[in-house]
């Protein structure tokens, strides 16, 4: 079993950046850790992808609404993965999770194991 722990999120004013990372543990493997990515949930709202990465980071994906200000990217030998968020904006407002599997579906469609997130707040 894979453990995901996030960590990074705090408050910030709009304009500004934050970099979240997400630690795994337990059972890393570059097969268990093939795909990763991040999604937010808004207050309200259903948990919704933002990003995902593949194991040798060739293969990027992004959300619409993050896509130039969002940047994914992992650090294998550590387990890490990184969101780098600029230009942030209040609606970027929820709490993040880390989601990793064995392959880019499994982890996209909600599927992979996850972390317990971390908040971010956005003030305007």
């Known amino acids: 079993q894979v453990h995901l722990v996030e960590s990074g999120g705090g408050l910030v004013q709009a304009g500004g950046s934050l970099r979240l990372s997400c630690a795994a543990s337990?059972?890393?493997?570059?097969?268990?850790?093939?795909?990763m990515g991040w999604f937010r949930q808004a207050p309200g709202k259903e948990r919704e992808f933002v990003a995902i990465?593949?194991?040798?980071?060739?293969?990027?994906s992004y959300a619409d609404s993050v896509k130039g200000r969002f940047t994914i990217s992992r650090d294998n030998a550590k387990n890490l993965v990184y969101l780098q968020m600029n230009s942030l904006k209040p609606e970027d407002t929820a709490v993040y999770y880390c989601?990793?599997?064995?392959?880019?579906?499994?982890?996209?469609?909600?599927?992979?194991?996850w972390g317990q997130g971390t908040r971010v707040t956005v003030s305007s």
């Open positions: 337990g059972r890393t493997s570059s097969t268990s850790l093939y795909a």
């Open positions: 990465i593949n194991w040798t980071g060739s293969i990027t």
């Open positions: 989601s990793a599997g064995s392959d880019l579906a499994l982890v996209s469609t909600r599927r992979g194991s």
